[in-house]
């Protein structure tokens, strides 16, 4: 069996579509269909079940799944440890960040590490925290950093840096002459609040619950799906919300924005890395490596 055919499988499998598959790999949709066909032949079974436009894997098709995402994973390794005989920096790594660390952390990290590893080829996906993990527990990634635990035990975390959440709001608010606020105060403003499965929103809901409070006591204006969108809100709006320092330090130098404290409050949390539990991918150690070292130097 061929590498390609495989290959082409697993696009299939992994996108559930024959066009999509077709246009990842540049090839047509009827050699898409072909390379199928002839994997389904050699081991006469049936890959994917058809209902209409939309597909999915018969238990035969991920049974090669499985297989095949073993079989890429050592091509990898074999790959990186040849090329390292050689002393060269050679791959490709799947890497997956949630979005507050996409947006204000990880872009000079890839730099650092394109200028020093030019030959490693880097993919990054962005979601929220519970949508990376899902990425890497359906390998679709190999490395993640995501924002606190779901404790799933599927999955390795180790410590990255350190994060803290604060409550921001407009320089007009009424609020920006104050400099500290009572926890039970907070039920009295409008919030902006980010969507479930974020892991911002975890982290200030057990924040929360030190107080006696929970995130659903509070009056919520709307929701948003990024930090990006929230900040700009802010701008134009009487309401407040949480957020990483990471992310609005210019707006807090340039004094668009204003930061209350909460008394006997602290929001604090660790940003991690993430992969499989049994699984040693030698490009993602090494850009583990470069990240924490990145931070430490800073």
């Known amino acids: 069996m061929s590498d390609f055919r495989l290959a082409v499988f697993h696009t299939v499998a992994k996108r559930l579509s024959f066009t999509k598959a077709a246009e990842e ?21 049936k890959l994917f079940d058809r209902n209409g436009n939309t597909i999915k894997l018969t238990p035969a098709g991920n049974l090669l799944l499985k297989h095949a995402e073993t079989v890429f994973a050592i091509y990898r390794a074999i790959d990186f440890d040849m090329n390292a005989l050689q002393q060269k920096d050679k791959g490709l790594l799947h890497l997956g960040a949630s979005t507050t660390i996409s947006q204000y952390i990880i872009a000079p990290i890839l730099a650092g590490f394109k200028k020093k590893f030019a030959e490693i080829e880097l993919k990054l996906i962005t979601g929220n925290t519970e949508q990376i993990e899902k990425a890497l527990i359906d390998k679709e990634i190999e490395l993640g950093i995501v924002e606190g635990q779901s404790k799933n035990q599927e999955i390795s975390y180790s410590d990255f840096i350190k994060d803290e959440i604060v409550l921001v709001c407009h320089k007009d608010h009424p609020l920006a002459k104050t400099t500290e ?16 499965g974020s892991g911002t929103r975890q982290v200030i809901d057990h924040a929360l619950k030190t107080q006696g409070l ?8 709307i929701q948003l799906g990024n930090t ?71």
């Open 214 to 221: 929970n995130l659903s006591d509070l009056p919520v204006e």
């Open 181 to 196: 606020i009572e926890a039970s105060a907070l039920p009295s403003y409008n919030f902006i609040v980010r969507e479930q």
């Open 228 to 298: 990006e969108s929230i900040k700009a809100y802010l701008l134009h709006s009487t309401a407040v919300a949480f957020l990483s320092i990471h992310a609005i330090s210019r707006e807090l130098l340039s004094g668009e924005l204003r930061m209350i404290e909460i008394k006997d409050i602290s929001i604090t949390r660790n940003f991690y890395f993430i992969h499989l539990k049994g699984k040693s991918d030698p490009i993602a150690e090494k850009m583990m490596r470069f990240a924490k070292l990145h931070y430490n130097l800073k």
């Open 25 to 45: 790999l540049f090839i047509s949709q009827p050699a898409v269909t072909k390379h199928i066909h002839e994997l389904e032949q050699e081991y006469d079974s």
